[in-house]
């Protein structure tokens, strides 16, 4: 945390706890046991940022901003607080005159917590292993 705290400042680790908090909702929701979090529709980049509070002022207000959150999950991974990758599946893009759709592989970008699942507390432990969801 010393080293987010030099490169990015107060912002820096308050976005690596807000994404501590992140993953223990999507954990929750979904019994996410990889500790992973897929960057795929709801659950943008756009959406990160917004969660992580790296807002940008602009000329009609304030907005998510994407390129912070770049900025701080390459300072995370410099660290070893994240590892990033990438998750391809079959879906559908639009052609090349962007006029129908057709089958394609898709690339989204996963966050991965390193022994985010030994960080869960013993009552969710307890559950997921009996194949229970939380009550959320």
Do not use: C, H
Not at 36 to 63: C, K
């Amino acid at each position: 945390m010393k080293f987010i705290q030099r490169r990015l400042g107060a912002e820096g680790v308050s976005a690596a706890y807000r994404l501590l908090e992140v993953m223990a909702e999507s954990f929750r929701k979904d019994d996410n046991q990889a500790g992973t979090l897929t960057l795929s529709a709801p659950y943008t980049e756009v959406w990160l940022a917004d969660e992580l509070g790296l807002i940008e002022e602009g000329d009609y207000g304030d907005y998510p901003s994407v390129k912070k959150l770049n900025t701080v999950l390459n300072v995370f991974q410099l660290t070893r607080f994240i590892e990033l990758g990438e998750k391809t599946v079959d879906g559908v893009s639009l052609d090349g005159n962007n006029e129908n759709l057709e089958d394609a592989k898709v690339t989204f970008r996963t966050i991965t917590i390193p022994g985010f699942v030994g960080m869960v507390d013993e009552y969710t432990a307890r559950k997921i292993s009996k194949g229970l969801r939380s009550p959320d």
